[in-house]
């Protein structure tokens, strides 16, 4: 029962164009909403969230949308830097934990 | 260092070997979950401590899994007779008293690097 889901494995964006990563979820109870990024052998860190009585959060060159009609979020990053590259999961918290998506891994090319 | 300590960073273990792995969170932090990572997965809540309650093992896959924590700090998840399928990172992490869903704010749960643990 997987219900923070993200359907895109891997994204490949050019240095300097806006990358979206997208994230859908089936439980309408969710009330906040995280991403956080990891890179290869380190864990993963907090980079932005957003609450549901929010459509949108922003924080220098990252903001987060939610639609909560179409239980989806994306967090959009402009301009992208080669150093964005890395794993970028969505979570929301149920319960005493965080349940996460499957990550998108974000690659930018200098 | 300040963060979440994680040992060993690395372990290869053959099948049907019991693994400790050892998980130091961050001082002042009540609030311990530890979390694994398969190959092209996402993350799995595993267990999660707060304080003196009883855990919530509600995401331990099988009985050969167990954790502990001793005097609210230091924690040890125990893998036995290891599987295959067992090889992942294992990620701990640690936050303050409250958690997110509670009140709290993603950025008060801080992980560490990881065990990864590979079965052979």
């Known amino acids: 029962d997987q219900q923070v889901k993200q359907n895109s494995p891997s994204l490949s964006v050019q240095e300097g164009r806006i990358s979206i990563l997208n994230c859908d979820y089936t439980?309408?109870?969710?009330?906040?909403f995280l991403w956080y990024k990891k890179y290869p052998a380190e864990g993963p860190t907090f980079l932005i969230s957003i609450s549901s009585i929010k459509d949108k959060n922003e924080d220098g060159r990252f903001t987060v949308f939610l639609n909560k009609s179409a239980k989806h979020l994306s967090l959009h990053i402009v301009p992208s830097q080669p150093g964005d590259s890395a794993v970028y999961f969505c979570?929301?918290?149920?319960?005493?934990?965080?349940?996460f998506g499957g990550g998108t891994r974000l690659m930018v090319k200098p | 260092g300040a963060g979440v300590s994680q040992s060993p960073s690395n372990k290869v273990t053959e099948k049907g070997k019991d693994v400790e792995l050892r998980c130091d969170p961050i001082s002042g932090h009540t609030a311990l979950y530890w979390y694994r990572q398969s190959l092209g997965q996402g993350l799995e809540f595993l267990i999660y401590f707060q304080g003196n309650s009883a855990p919530d093992k509600s995401g331990l896959p099988s009985d050969r899994f167990s954790a502990e924590r001793t005097g609210g700090s230091v924690s040890t998840l125990t893998i036995q007779r290891t599987q295959q399928e067992d090889s992942a990172v294992y990620l701990c992490?640690?936050?303050?008293?409250?958690?997110?869903?509670?009140?709290?704010?993603?950025?008060?749960?801080?992980f560490g690097e990881g065990s990864w643990l590979t079965v052979v």
């Open positions: 439980n309408s109870m969710f009330d906040y």
């Open positions: 979570a929301a918290p149920r319960g005493n934990m965080l349940t």
């Open positions: 992490a640690s936050s303050f008293i409250v958690p997110p869903g509670h009140g709290g704010s993603g950025n008060t749960i801080y």
